[in-house]
């Protein structure tokens, strides 16, 4: 059938060209589509051939007589049709062709493989001009989405290793560079006055971090995510990765920051893992977590400055959003650290400690009140640290046992000892 479409096809485009026939120009487009259509139902639902070389012998007239319409020139407009179709056809094709060949090798090498199609349309896309510009775009962006699909239902399922390493990780580090060249890759030609490359290609940074996101939750353990989502704040802040790359990743740390807090208290508060190795435990993990967030509150916020957001006209509504935030700081960024560190150290650690870890949270905020100047923190600190002591003789003096009584007092009192002293030192901070 597919011999008797290129024999068929070829034969109308080349009269079409010969008489200056329109007609016989729509002749060879309706040969070509049912004979692409009848094709793809074969290969991929009937799967009447299982060798590559069978394979092979049925995609190869059609490739050839897509490349044919397409260098054909025939009438106007349906000659800019047929050449527009071509391309989408012959797009599929080859993702069709991928699929049949490299599926039975490895469920992992189709997604690959349309990665690399992507790259390589995007580059022809690039330097070629007039009519294909648009459909190679589209060819390339359809690319994408089907490893999307390949990764959402196939990839990410797969324990496979390629020697010690996993193959989805392999898989995820060359998607991600992909995505990354796709963000950072500059045109000057034709492909930039593309509509769909001005509204899509801005978006490749958020669907990178989207895809790291993705990637976080399916390779990171349970116990162990709300340490990544603030490392990865911590590492988007860096004034590098800012400048260098673009600056909306100072508004992202800080939904990453959002993501460690909320992992914290929904989840890692919460979770049991029956495991004797210390540091798989949720409390340490944890605890950890609180420590680089409050890393985060002191390095990374004065790094924010999203109020100066430069940002797409896609993403418009981003920069509202950075106004917003910016007016009402504390608000947005230190409350969810207070609210999600006071309330897993509540639903994680014991009752008889609680006092002494508390205490120690309002501490942190006292530090804090020091060194971005917030007066209002400094006097939250102070009531929560006198909430403590409130507990400490209400409630501690009545349950504890004795020997673990008189610890709570000595960490509550070296605290009290501790916000005196970094009261003395940087009092002149607060005027």
Known sequence: MEAAALASTAGFLLLARRFGSQSLGVAAWSTLLPAYLFSWIRLLVDQPVSADSQILYHLSPLAAAGFLAIGISLVEPFGRLIRTSCVYLLGIH?????????????ALLPGVMWLLLSLVALEIADRVSGDAVRPLLHVAYGMGVAFAGAYLLVIMMSQAYVGP?????????????VLLYWAVYKTGTELESQAGWRWVHPLFLELSLLFV???TVVESSVQLRPVVWVTLALVTIHRSICERLDNRFRFYSLVLYWA????????????????????????????????????????GTPR??????????????????????????ALWIYYPFFVAAALFLYWRFDTTLLTLLWAGLAFVVFAVSLIIREGHFRYMALSGFGACLIRLLVIDMSQANLGLRGAVFVGVGLLMLGMTSLYTKYKGRLS
């Open 304 to 329: 924010l400055d999203r109020a100066h957001l430069e940002v797409p006209p896609t993403l418009a509504r981003l920069a509202r959003w950075g106004n917003k935030i910016e007016e009402r700081r």
């Open 213 to 215: 996101s993705v990637v």
């Open 165 to 177: 390493l996993s193959a989805r990780m392999l898989v995820e580090a060359f998607a991600l560079a």
């Open 94 to 106: 080859v993702a069709v062709a991928a699929f049949t060949l490299l599926d039975p090798v490895s």
């Open 260 to 299: 460690s807090a909320a992992d914290l208290v929904i989840v890692t508060s919460g979770y049991q893992m029956p495991s004797a190795i210390w540091y798989e435990h949720p409390g340490f993990t944890g605890s950890l977590a609180l420590i680089l967030q409050v890393v985060y509150l002191i390095i």
